[in-house]
């Protein structure tokens, strides 16, 4: 099925590829990113110096046996996770792919994308909610006379992991799959392929590389996760280093020593996820033709049926948890929460950081993965990727298992020598959450860019479209899909971050999640429920806003 | 619709931003005040807002807030700004914190006459900290579910394991750290055993107050470590006598919280006008409800009735703040080997 070969596409001489380097948008995104990296991290390492050696501090703690075990916990319940959240997304995604466009598909992928943007303790609070002692689903299985199970332990940190992240994996490979030519679907239906071998030989090759790469995200999560380790984890058996990074930096104030953790928390998992990486080969299509509309390729009334036997589960344990905020936030009471002055100034400044922090996001993964299709044109996007390309995706993912709080304490440091840091909350706020989003926005978009890139660059060439023409002729068209999955990804993902604020937050500037927070910790978990009821549906607004308008076009 | 409304957004955005910029920038001008102070405090629910607009009706002057998360927060901002602090007072540390604050070298001293005018039982003397408000760590039991709640720590320790209790983290929460102080300073070198015990009755270990207490309310478990005050917040604000403060026989253990002047705000003429206001009737009165502490200094204090119901220990536990400090890290890792046995 190499249309390379067939059609001699595969000879044509590539303008003056073989001088391309690195094109600057790409570069300036590493160097900026890179720098927020370190502008954060050299004052924090030098404000550590004046007390503690950080060389010191990594060997006291690898030394140190609770470090140890906490690692150990970190690694185990994090792959467990990891390996629970692709095993369930892989069937989910092959199989939504393979019925092409049935009722319900885009509310079930819309659904999927709201659960990273829920903070932690709301989603928390509604798993006990589901799985708890009273919760509806233990009722219905006592009802039903099966045996009690306890939630707090492993069982709740893998439950509540595997409601963040499946829904991630299956977005991505969804978006992977996408890319597919419609005369796979065509070829299989002549060939009345049966659908095990459609998932195995069509499918799956498409989605392989996108599954490896949301797994590496998945892995980093698990493995910086704290909230929901230490709440549903049962006891401090259940601990991650994480949290001993948060202890080293709040308590004990011991900036040396969460510098060591963090440098070793982020080695091992960034040896971890290298190890990932290399099971997920990009599979070339070729030089097919361009249709890549998702036709569905099995049909019939029984197959359906079927298709929403197996939906239905993973479905409903991603909607359950939204449908008990929604059972609680929908009170006689959510319209005056609504309309109170605290909530509308929560909401528009919410809205304001995240829609910046998307804008940014977006536009900075665009010119990565401009960037990674040059560099795959000039080894004529034959063969494996080479290391700089690997790394230009996957280094946006290792900032994931950087505390945000540490960057904003190193960017705090470095403006109180010579201005007043809290000038600057917003703008910090904005950059950390777009260096935040970046992985995922990443890896929303990279894969379909290669795929276009490979279908349109030759041929643009030869008609001499190149530059803003190109952007806006060929790419935005084509790409419009990917960008706006990235946009509201990023956008939700903003919209739900908690961090940053905690150390720039003043009467001024107060999010809807930081609000949140506040009231759960001061009695108002009512009011609390409806906040966190408003959040769900204004993510979900933005993620049909998004899709809507990609429908129009 | 709602392409329109996103334009409308897009479109404000900048000027949201220029005002969210310009409205965070702390002008040095005379007669104004800054105050850090954690999150809760300064909320509109909170103590913040009455507070702000009590002194402001006597100072003449303007007085801001800005909150970071919470007391260890706040001890930490100040460590982060190096002394170059904004901050005239730091209101919100508490006793547990209290040597490591005064050893900073970021306070002054108050040069205050109050200690007579505290009611906390046993007192309050500090050269450099003016009380603000006092509380008691306590058990709080779910009434549907308890009939009998544990009079006594030892009976909380040995009572049925399938009765659960809710707690804290020492590592990342106050009152997780309030409630290992507690069992040391009741078992001294027998508390691993005592932790060994607890962890036997507890259903989890929570990072924050919020999750354990959500958990309590949401009915998951009907037992949960936080103050002798929460009762008062549930009878006052919701008008229910659900949910009870076990009181314990060998005391509660106490925690006081706290307000200073920094070093910059010692220059200030307002701080120390606050720190004295901090202190009296018209502060003191608007604490109880909004904050759900009990007045440091309650004479002339109209408390509502509802707090005279609240348990009320015969003995009140506190450590040496000094102790706390040199011991907290050893202490810390004996309770993670108890409670991971």
């Keep these: 099925m190499s249309g390379n070969a067939s059609l001699g596409l595969g000879k044509i001489k590539f303008g003056n590829a073989t001088d391309v380097a690195l094109p600057w948008p790409a570069l300036v995104v590493l160097i900026s990113g890179l720098a927020l990296v370190l502008g954060a991290f050299i004052p924090v390492v030098h404000f550590a110096a004046a007390s503690d050696d950080v060389g010191s501090s990594l060997v006291e703690a690898i030394a140190d046996p609770v470090i140890w075990r906490a690692l150990r916990f970190t690694l185990w319940q994090a792959s467990l996770s990891t390996i629970l959240s692709v095993v369930f997304a892989v069937p989910v995604a092959l199989f939504m792919h393979d019925r092409g466009n049935f009722a319900g598909k885009r509310l079930i992928l819309q659904l999927f994308s709201i659960p990273l943007a829920l903070p932690q303790i709301v989603a928390v609070l509604a798993i006990v909610g589901l799985y708890g002692r009273n919760g509806w689903i233990t009722g219905l299985l006592q009802g039903l006379g099966l045996p009690n199970f306890t939630l707090f332990g492993l069982t709740g940190i893998l439950l509540a992991h595997v409601f963040f992240n499946m829904p991630l994996v299956v977005r991505v490979m969804m978006l992977a799959l996408e890319r597919q030519p419609a005369e796979y679907a065509k070829i299989a239906a002549m060939n009345a392929m049966p659908w095990q071998s459609r998932a195995r030989f069509l499918h799956w090759p498409m989605a392989r590389a996108a599954c490896a790469q949301a797994a590496i995200l998945v892995f980093m999560l698990c493995v910086t996760s704290f909230t929901v380790v230490l709440t549903l984890g049962g006891g401090p058996r259940a601990t991650t280093l994480e949290v001993a990074i948060y202890h080293a930096l709040t308590f004990d104030f011991n900036l040396a020593r969460a510098t060591a953790l963090i440098a070793l928390q982020v080695t091992v998992t960034a040896s971890i996820a290298i190890l990932i990486s290399r099971f997920g080969r990009e599979t070339d299509t070729g030089s097919t033709l361009f249709a890549p509309d998702s036709v569905g390729v099995g049909g019939g009334a029984k197959i359906d049926a079927f298709a929403y036997a197996i939906l239905f589960m993973p479905v409903m344990f991603v909607a359950l948890p939204f449908a008990n905020i929604v059972a609680k936030g929908v009170t006689p009471e959510t319209l005056n929460v609504l309309t109170k002055p605290a909530t509308v100034d929560a909401l528009i400044t919410s809205v304001s950081l995240a829609s910046c922090s998307a804008v940014l996001t977006t536009l900075a993964a665009f010119a990565l993965g401009h960037g990674i299709c040059r560099l795959a044109a000039q080894r004529r996007f034959v063969g494996d990727a080479t290391i700089v390309e690997k790394f230009l995706l996957n280094s946006t993912a290792a900032v994931l298992v950087l505390p945000p709080i540490v960057l904003a304490a190193g960017w705090f440091i470095l403006f109180r020598s010579f201005t007043n840091p809290f000038q600057f909350g917003a703008v910090v706020i904005v950059a950390i959450n777009t260096l935040m989003a970046l992985p995922f926005a990443a890896r929303l978009m990279v894969p379909s860019m290669l795929t276009e890139a490979r279908r349109t660059d030759r041929l643009s060439r030869q008609l001499g479209i190149t530059g803003i023409s190109k952007l806006r002729i060929v790419d935005l068209p084509l790409l419009r899909k990917p960008l706006l999955a990235a946009f509201s990804f990023a956008a939700a993902l903003s919209l739900g971050d908690v961090s940053v604020i905690a150390l720039y937050g003043s009467q001024d500037l107060i999010t809807l999640p930081s609000l949140i927070l506040a009231k759960m910790g001061s009695y108002r978990s009512d009011e609390a429920h409806i906040l966190a009821f408003i959040l769900c549906v204004l993510t979900a607004a933005i993620m049909i806003v998004g899709d809507r308008q990609r429908r129009a076009a | ?341």
């Excluded at chain 2, 102790?323 to 050893?330: F, I, S, Y």
Aim: aromatic share 10%.
């Design chain 2, 1 to 341: 619709m709602l392409p329109k409304l996103s334009l409308k957004f897009s479109s404000r955005t900048p000027a949201i931003l220029t005002a969210l910029l310009a409205s965070t920038v702390i002008a040095t001008a005379e007669g104004k005040l800054t105050v850090y102070t954690y999150e809760s405090f300064n909320s509109d629910w909170g103590p913040g807002p009455k507070v702000e607009e009590a002194f402001e009706a006597q100072c003449e002057c303007d007085l801001e807030f800005i909150s970071a998360a919470d007391g260890v927060a706040l001890l930490n901002r100040l460590r982060l700004e190096g002394g170059n602090t904004g901050a005239d007072i730091v209101l919100g540390i508490d006793t547990n914190l209290m040597a490591e604050a005064a050893a900073s070298g970021f306070f002054a001293p108050h040069e205050l006459e109050v200690s007579d005018r505290y009611t906390i039982p046993g007192g309050f003397i500090d050269d450099t900290f003016v009380a603000f408000d006092y509380g008691y760590f306590a058990v709080i039991y779910d009434t549907d579910e308890i009939e009998t709640p544990p009079s006594s720590m030892a009976e909380l320790l040995s009572g049925d394991p399938e009765v659960k209790i809710a707690i804290q983290d020492p590592r990342t929460s106050t009152p997780g750290l309030g409630l290992m102080l507690w069992l040391k300073e009741i078992y001294g070198d027998d508390a691993p055993a005592a932790y060994e015990k607890l962890a036997e009755r507890t259903l989890t270990v929570t990072p924050g107050w919020s999750e354990a207490y959500g958990l309590f309310t949401d009915g998951e478990v009907p037992m949960v470590l936080s103050y002798t005050t929460s009762p008062a917040y549930h009878m006052i604000a919701e008008e229910t006598d659900r949910y009870q403060a076990a009181a314990f026989e060998e005391g509660h253990y106490m925690q006081i919280e706290l307000a200073g002047k920094t070093t910059k705000g010692a220059d200030n003429p307002l701080a120390a006008e606050f720190l004295d206001f901090v202190t009296s009737p018209s502060f003191q009165s608007i604490i109880p409800e909004t904050n759900w502490m009990l007045p440091a200094a309650a004479n002339g204090v109209d408390l509502n009735p509802t707090f005279d119901k609240l348990v009320t220990p015969e003995k009140s536990l506190l450590m040496d703040s000094e102790v706390v400090a040199e011991n907290r890290k050893e202490w810390i890792n004996e309770w993670l080997e108890a409670s991971t046995k």
